[in-house]
């Protein structure tokens, strides 16, 4: 059972535009959500976070917004760039502090972002 | 940022033989890291919990005697994946947490491990 879900496998974007990546959740104890940047053959690299306290956290150009009675976030990055294009993962945790840290992923949305 | 190095980058290996990878935290102490694993086109899948000087925690369906998890120092820790078969090619990515970090919960992950089994 997929806890965490990007059903987007793909987004194509113009330069200069932005780029909306989605991301829903089913499970009501997540607390924390980061989103990831990843490219090929490498590791993936932490872009942003928010608590489930907030529902909105800023960035430079990446804002990510909660809803958190939809179950939903979304990473929103304008202006998009070239160097933008990358797969990029939502992941959540539960607990915090208190907890084992065990990040759950989606399967990632690849972004493409055209000159 | 906090760095972590994975080696080998990429590993050819015949079946039946064992395999080891290492995941070093570069410039801060882990005393957690994890072990993912992912298939083309899927998400990254937890594998296991290591925690410094204890046993590490599997995720439900990774065997334990299969995929050996070491973390002996603050800085270090391996997986070996025991009598590799072609099923278990796969890319291998570990991630390891800074305790000093503002964000609790973010993790810094590897370059990661393509591991082919012949």
């Known amino acids: 059972d997929q806890q965490v879900k990007q059903n987007s496998p793909s987004l194509s974007v113009q330069e200069g535009r932005i780029s909306i990546l989605n991301c829903d959740y089913t499970?009501?104890?997540?607390?924390?959500f980061l989103w990831y940047k990843k490219y090929p053959a490498e590791g993936p690299t932490f872009l942003i976070s928010i608590s489930s306290i907030k529902d909105k956290n800023e960035d430079g150009r990446f804002t990510v917004f909660l809803n958190k009675s939809a179950k939903h976030l979304s990473l929103h990055i304008v202006p998009s760039q070239p160097g933008d294009s990358a797969v990029y993962f939502c992941a959540a945790s539960i607990g915090g502090r208190g907890s084992n840290y065990k990040l759950t992923f989606g399967k990632g949305t690849l972004l493409t972002v055209n000159p | 940022g906090a760095v972590v190095s994975q080696h080998p980058s990429r590993v050819i290996c015949k079946s039946g033989t064992s395999v080891k990878i290492e995941c070093r935290s570069l410039?801060?102490?882990?005393?957690?890291m994890f072990w993912y694993r992912q298939f083309p086109k899927q998400s990254l899948m937890l594998m296991a919990t290591s925690n410094e000087g204890s046993k590490a925690t599997y995720e439900q369906g990774v065997e334990k005697d299969k995929f050996l998890i070491n973390h002996a120092s603050l800085t270090l820790s391996t997986l070996t994946v025991t009598s590799a078969h072609p099923e278990d090619s796969s890319f291998y990515i570990c991630?390891?947490?800074?305790?000093?970090?503002?964000?609790?919960?973010?993790?810094?992950f590897g370059p990661g491990t393509r591991l082919t089994v012949l």
């Open positions: 499970n009501s104890m997540f607390d924390y």
């Open positions: 410039d801060f102490q882990a005393t957690t």
């Open positions: 991630s390891a947490r800074d305790p000093t970090s503002g964000s609790p919960d973010e993790q810094f």
